[in-house]
């Protein structure tokens, strides 16, 4: 696995997203210039730093600690995106990587494609439906809303949304917003006696490491989170 377990917050992180090698980036880039790196999980607690770099935040918490560090007078680096212009971002082309998982999907026959989302106010859960949606209006494939299920980012999500979509319309593929919820969804088919890819095609997204863990192993969407970690760091 790719993940840096130093620390139990990183620990956290690579259950939710899968965040270690983006911390562990930071640390480095950080490092190389004389600077140390600090792993904050409550805000509460007063630290002296030059500025924050943030990751995991649903919207309303971004305008909160944007508000929590202007009265301090600190810069924030975002992975992410968001309107507020003082914040500058860093952040993974979520919809294009959507739109890549959902195309390959179509051009190996599928129609039927359904979706597993986070059921979260994040944006990149928001972007990666509108990647899904503009795969299927390019190929001419009408989007059903009935076929996007959101369930909770972990494994047993992945496995309550699959249920779902088995009761109804079966689809011949699906594409999950993370490998977490892939992995569920992989168990879950094969208690229904189903077989990948010969019964139903399965992708994720991420490509941190989970894909490796079941058979077989997962397609996915790989992020450059290493990239990503030393950019915020710089």
């Avoid at 409550?42 to 649903?58: F, H, P, S």
């Avoid at 971004?62 to 929590?68: A, C, K, N, P, Q």
């Avoid at 359904?114 to 899904?132: F, Q, S």
């Amino acid at each position: 696995l790719l993940f840096c377990q130093a620390e139990d917050g990183i620990r956290d992180a690579q259950e939710s997203r899968g965040l270690g090698d983006v911390y562990k980036r930071q640390s480095q880039g950080l490092g190389e210039n004389m600077y140390s790196f600090l792993l904050l999980r409550d805000r509460k607690i007063e630290t002296a730093c030059d500025g924050y770099i943030v990751t995991g935040l649903e919207h309303r918490e971004i305008y909160e600690f944007d508000d929590f560090a202007r009265k301090r007078n600190r810069p924030i680096v975002l992975f992410g995106h968001t309107d507020i212009e003082a914040i500058d971002c860093i952040d993974i082309d979520n919809v294009a990587g959507a739109f890549i998982a959902t195309e390959y999907l179509i051009r190996n026959g599928h129609r039927k494609i359904a979706m597993i989302n986070v059921n979260e106010n994040r944006d990149y859960v928001t972007d990666r439906l509108n990647g899904y949606r503009k795969a299927l209006d390019t190929y001419d494939i009408p989007f059903r809303k009935k076929r996007v299920i959101y369930a909770e980012n972990n494994i047993h999500g992945g496995i309550k949304a699959v249920e779902q979509l088995l009761e109804s319309d079966r689809p011949t593929a699906i594409f999950c917003a993370t490998d977490t919820m892939a992995i569920g969804v992989s168990r879950a088919l094969s208690d229904a006696g189903l077989k990948i890819p010969q019964d139903i095609s399965l992708i994720g997204y991420d490509g941190l490491g989970h894909q490796l863990l079941i058979t077989p192993h997962l397609t996915t969407i790989r992020q450059p989170v290493i990239q990503a970690g030393r950019l915020m760091a710089e």
